[in-house]
């Protein structure tokens, strides 16, 4: 029946089981204990009685390792998307979610893999199949499986929406503005002093910070023309591996300057190693020397250091103070402000966006820090409630989709920790010895 239906399908794209593996979350080996039965010889896992073969497992970590990954990475990564795959297809069986031959045909023959002139070419799919000594019954087998999955989350994703209420709170938040009082306590490193003994104490705590490697390379030239030329490489090499190159006494041992050669050196991974040139060999060595900067050559970077340190831990002082007294002496009082707004008027450092979506959100009056900003650390109130003079249609749009899709991730993950929770596994301890599930 697939074979019939396959000639006139169009293109989509390829599943992503035959690059890795069907679904790939990050998930811990945190699961239900118990099992409904032990796995087999030959089996790693069991999923609420389902078998995981070895064969799936040495396969999966097969394709893990040639995209890079190291062996024990490799080996757990590849239990986990296995023990997913099969506790989502038990779940789809559960439910009695079917999948017809229609439609695995209809997925096979959109591969582009498969197709010729844009149509679905069966002697490719033949040789492809040949190619990586799959049957067709294994291979539709695992797309079937595939697209039972991939119903399974859109069953599941089906159920969350997004009311008017949630769009326009998040609309707020996200558009809205307000008026607030904040001050920033700055740093100030003018007037703070620094003493010697202080200076002195962070040295000696810290020498490591003003250690020094320097690499010197010394090499010795040997002419071709000298008499025993090789057996006197041989020698200055054995002394170059020794750390004794300098011990060399037939011919000088200098300190290479000259840029072309030294830069050849470098881009060498050899240490000792030799180069041979028209008319001589160079045996060099490349020698690290490593020392303590003296204090005196320090000094006014380590005050300049603690001169910093000091004023940030003032600033930072005077606004814990002022957030637990609950008030602010002679705030800076601003016009109403989004988010945005609100960062480039006051320098607040906020990589992800948490710090400022929290100042928003923040009810009326909250004293709220201190936070980093880009002169010193603020403390902040909002003073007014959130106003929106009104919501704009293709932003409202915006926000429902992403908040739909969020919903929709949210829906399917806390499906997943369901299952898991649930989930009755035991793992094979001839595979994984440390298993404590």
């Given at each position: 029946?697939?074979?019939n239906?396959?000639?006139n399908?169009k ?6 089981w035959?690059?890795t593996?069907?679904?790939i979350?990050?998930?811990f080996l945190?699961?239900g204990?118990g099992?409904?039965?032990?796995p087999?010889?030959?089996d790693?896992a069991t999923?609420n009685?389902?078998p995981?073969?070895a064969?799936?497992?040495y396969?999966t970590?097969?394709?893990?390792t040639s ?17 997913l795959?099969?506790?989502l297809?038990d779940?789809?069986?559960k439910?009695?979610?079917?999948v017809?031959?229609?439609?695995v045909a209809?997925?096979?023959?959109s591969?582009?893999?498969f197709?010729?002139n844009g149509?679905?070419?069966e002697k490719?799919?033949?040789k ?6 799959l049957t ?5 087998n ?9 119903k399974l989350?859109t ?5 969350p929406?997004?009311t008017?209420?949630?769009?326009k709170l998040?609309y707020k938040?996200a ?5 607030y009082?904040?001050k ?6 003018k007037?703070i002093?620094?003493n010697?003994?202080e200076?002195?104490e962070?040295y000696?705590?810290?020498?490591d ?8 390379v010394?090499g010795?030239e040997i002419p ?5 030329a090789?057996?006197l490489?041989?020698e200055?090499y054995?002394?170059?591996?020794e750390g ?10 200098k300190?290479i300057?000259?840029?072309?050669l ?8 050899q240490?000792?190693g030799y180069?041979?040139k028209?008319?001589f060999?160079?045996v060099?060595s490349?020698e ?7 204090l005196?050559?320090?000094?006014e ?5 603690l ?5 940030k ?5 005077k606004a814990?103070n002022a957030?637990?007294?609950?008030k ?12 945005n ?13 948490e ?7 923040a009810?009326?009056?909250t ?14 109130k909002?003073v007014?409630d959130i106003k ?5 249609k293709?932003?409202m749009?915006?926000l ?16 997943v ?10 793992i094979?301890p001839?595979f994984f010895?440390?298993?404590k599930?």
């Amino acid at each position: 029946m697939l074979a019939n239906i396959r000639k006139n399908m169009k293109l989509f794209s390829i599943p992503l089981w035959i690059v890795t593996a069907s679904f790939i979350l990050t998930i811990f080996l945190v699961w239900g204990k118990g099992s409904v039965s032990g796995p087999g010889v030959n089996d790693v896992a069991t999923v609420n009685g389902k078998p995981i073969s070895a064969t799936d497992f040495y396969k999966t970590v097969d394709r893990l390792t040639s995209s890079g990954m190291n062996k024990k990475q490799a080996e757990s990564e590849a239990l986990r998307r296995l023990l997913l795959r099969t506790l989502l297809l038990d779940a789809a069986e559960k439910e009695g979610l079917k999948v017809s031959d229609w439609a695995v045909a209809q997925r096979i023959a959109s591969f582009t893999v498969f197709q010729e002139n844009g149509t679905f070419s069966e002697k490719l799919y033949k040789k492809w199949l040949k190619q990586n000594h799959l049957t067709p019954e294994l291979f539709e087998n695992e797309i079937r499986k595939d697209l039972l999955i991939e119903k399974l989350q859109t069953v599941v994703e089906r159920t969350p929406y997004v009311t008017e209420k949630e769009l326009k709170l998040f609309y707020k938040t996200a558009f809205g503005k307000r008026k607030y009082e904040y001050k920033i306590f700055k740093i100030d490193e003018k007037k703070i002093k620094v003493n010697e003994k202080e200076i002195e104490e962070f040295y000696n705590k810290n020498k490591d910070m003003f250690k020094e490697t320097n690499t010197v390379v010394k090499g010795v030239e040997i002419p071709k023309s000298e008499k025993n030329a090789k057996e006197l490489v041989k020698e200055a090499y054995r002394l170059a591996k020794e750390g004794k190159l300098s011990s060399f006494k037939k011919l000088p041992v200098k300190e290479i300057e000259d840029k072309k050669l030294l830069s050849e050196i470098e881009n060498s991974t050899q240490n000792p190693g030799y180069i041979e040139k028209d008319k001589f060999y160079i045996v060099y060595s490349k020698e690290s020397t490593s020392r303590t900067v003296p204090l005196k050559e320090v000094k006014e970077n380590i005050i300049e250091m603690l001169k910093g340190e000091k004023a940030k831990e003032i600033a930072l002082k005077k606004a814990e103070n002022a957030a637990k007294a609950g008030k602010l002496d002679n705030p800076v009082k601003t016009d109403y402000l989004s988010g945005n707004e609100l960062i480039q008027q006051t320098g607040l450092m906020d990589l992800n966006g948490e710090i400022t979506t929290k100042i928003v959100k923040a009810k009326t009056g909250t004293l709220m820090g201190p936070f980093k900003t880009l002169t010193g650390y603020m403390v902040i109130k909002p003073v007014t409630d959130i106003k929106v003079d009104k919501y704009e249609k293709d932003k409202m749009e915006t926000l429902k989709t992403f908040l739909l899709t969020e919903k929709k991730k949210a829906a399917f993950q806390a499906y997943v920790q369901f299952l898991q929770n649930k989930a009755k596994i035991q793992i094979n301890p001839k595979f994984f010895p440390e298993s404590k599930l």
